[in-house]
């Protein structure tokens, strides 16, 4: 049996429009072979400045302040404010410039500064003070992470991260195969207190939805999964249980967090929608080569609301008015020209 790779992101995406899906995941290649393709690959990629505040944030926390208490020693708050803000910087400037365009940057030779937001795409304005209120979220908030209060009772982050016996940051190489479909989760942080862990995800949005809640069950299943192999492996015992795992949201721009319920229902619940939603993606592209992909067999949402908040928008309304073709000088006339932006199609 084939395995199939299930992504809880693909699959909000799939439910919310297939068009959407068909330009994210169907279309989208970084290669800048296609024309057509590149695009969709960047809009992919491409972020408000309140997400890309929040991913500044999310990769100096995972990198630089992680990576420290991984060492057992604690950081430079300030230092690290400093160089989170710099990066900032550096990435708002890439995205600028246009850099993500140029075929002779690759994202690999940019690293960390390689970024795309939605601004420089369409040539919108920017005000100075909404840049400077970002930049301070972003120092503010990494200096702050120390003193928020931690999933532990009594203590801050920092002592709760050095209370820790094991951390493991980033945890993408965990992954559980669930009936011919592989589950790896995003796992931003697994702390390891003793049998018992924290599976930790951080946040960078007010927005609660069911696929964050599932997304962050399937990380405990992954990470229980994989602590009770390494328990047998080394004969040690009693094996961790559901009841040894807790399931933290952490709000990084507010410093709250919340529990989500890890049980036997909800794993089962949890496991029983990657199977179904699998399904779902299997059988509308089922599984033919881009080439022999149709356009018109994935349906766009009625919600305006939808449409509204989409990446893939402009693109969307070029392809239909241009007989479903794409022609690059015309569509970046037509974006930077704000001529897409009120249509209806």
Known sequence: MTTKDWNITKLQVLRQCHRKFYFAYETALHTFSD???RKAYELSKMKTLKMWQGSVIDWMITNEILSAYVDH????YQAIAHRGVALAKRQFEFSKNRFYHDNDISRSEAGPDWAILDIHESL?????EELTRVYESIGQVLVDFPTYASPVYGKNMEQYLLSARFLRPDAKQLKYEYDGVKVQPQIDLISYMGKSMHVIDWKVTEKDDADYSRQLLLGGIVALRFSREKYR???WRPLPTLADVKLIEFNLLSGNHKEHVFNKDAV????DSVYLLSEDQDELSESRPWEQLDIEDYERTSKASTCAVCNFKNLCRHIILNG???DEAEYIKLVQNQELENLTV
């Open 73 to 76: 020693q604690i950081p430079d």
């Open 35 to 37: 024309p057509f393709r």
């Open 233 to 235: 492996k080394e004969k």
């Open 124 to 128: 919108a304005p920017v005000r100075d």
């Open 268 to 271: 089962a619940n949890a496991l």
């Open 324 to 326: 479903l073709n794409y």
